[in-house]
C-alpha cells in the first residue's frame, strides 16, 4: 500500500514551457486536492476532486489546469510556467461520502522551480 | 472568506516545557484538523476534532476544539526535541465537501 505517491520529485523549467504534475493513490478514495506551500503562506488549495471525473476551483487556480480521468490519478497542468509558480506541490487525498468528513493523506510533494 | 490564523508563527521552548499554539477561525464549522510537517517532508495527520468540546491526545500533544470561540489549541506537555516540526491547523468552510484552508503554521523548535 503505497498510499498517495507523486512524480516527479524535483522540476526545473524554464518560462513559458508546460507540464504535468501527476498523483496517483491506491486507497479507492473519492476526493483529490492539489496544493502549493510558499514560504510562510502555509498550504493554498489550487483544485479539488470530489469524484472521478469532476473537478472544482480552490483558492489559487489561476495558470493550473486539472485532469481526473480515473478515480486513482489526479493529474495537475502548467500550460504556460511563470516564475510565480516555483512552489512546493502536494497532492491529497481522502474518503468522502456525503458531507462525513474523512482526513486528507498527502503525498511526498514535487518541489518546482521556474526559471 | 474563511481566514485561519496560528500562533505563535514561531516557537522556540526548551525540553521539558509546556507550551499552547493556537488556532483561531473566522466563519462557522465544525470540523478541524492538525498536521505535522518535518522540515523537506510531507504532511502527517496528528488529529481530527469534529464536534464541539472534541478533546484528543497522542503521548505529549492534546489537541482541543471550541467552536463557539471559533477556536482549536494544540497543548504540549513537557516537550522533547522529537517534537519540532511545524505543526499546522485546517479548517473545513460550512458546507464544503472536505475542502480545508490552512493556517500558516507554527514552527516549533524544542531546545535540549
Known amino acids: 500500500n503505497a498510499g498517495v505517491t507523486q512524480t516527479p520529485k524535483f522540476q526545473v523549467l524554464k518560462t513559458g514551457q508546460s507540464m504535468t504534475l501527476q498523483c496517483a493513490q491506491d486507497?479507492?478514495?473519492?476526493?483529490m486536492y492539489w496544493y502549493r506551500q510558499d514560504p510562510g503562506m502555509g498550504l493554498r488549495l489550487i483544485y479539488y476532486?470530489?469524484?472521478?471525473?469532476?473537478?472544482d476551483k480552490g483558492e489559487v487556480p489561476d495558470g493550473y489546469n486539472v485532469s481526473r480521468l480515473k478515480k486513482q490519478n489526479f493529474l495537475l497542468g502548467l500550460e504556460s510556467a511563470a516564475p510565480s509558480q516555483t512552489s512546493v506541490y502536494f497532492c491529497?487525498?481522502?474518503?468522502?461520502?456525503?458531507?462525513?468528513?474523512?482526513?486528507?493523506?498527502f503525498g511526498p510533494g514535487t518541489r518546482l522551480t521556474v526559471t | 472568506e474563511l481566514k485561519v490564523e496560528q500562533n505563535p508563527l514561531f516557537l522556540s521552548m526548551q525540553e521539558g516545557k509546556n507550551y499552547t499554539i493556537y488556532c483561531n477561525y473566522s466563519?462557522?464549522?465544525?470540523?478541524l484538523y492538525w498536521y505535522r510537517q518535518d522540515p523537506g517532508k510531507s504532511l502527517e495527520s496528528l488529529f481530527v476534532?469534529?464536534?464541539?468540546?472534541a478533546v484528543k491526545q497522542e503521548g505529549r500533544l492534546m489537541a482541543s476544539l471550541d467552536t463557539k470561540a471559533r477556536l482549536s489549541t494544540l497543548h504540549i506537555t513537557a516537550a522533547v526535541h522529537d517534537l519540532s516540526a511545524t505543526y499546522f491547523c485546517?479548517?473545513?468552510?460550512?458546507?464544503?465537501?472536505?475542502?480545508?484552508?490552512f493556517g500558516t503554521g507554527t514552527l516549533l523548535a524544542v531546545q535540549p
Open positions: 491529497a487525498s481522502s474518503r468522502s461520502s456525503g458531507r462525513k468528513i474523512y482526513e486528507q493523506y
Open positions: 486507497m479507492n478514495h473519492n476526493s
Open positions: 476532486s470530489a469524484s472521478e471525473g469532476t473537478t
Open positions: 466563519t462557522t464549522s465544525d470540523r
Open positions: 476534532l469534529l464536534s464541539n468540546g
Open positions: 485546517a479548517v473545513a468552510p460550512g458546507g464544503a465537501t472536505n475542502k480545508l484552508i
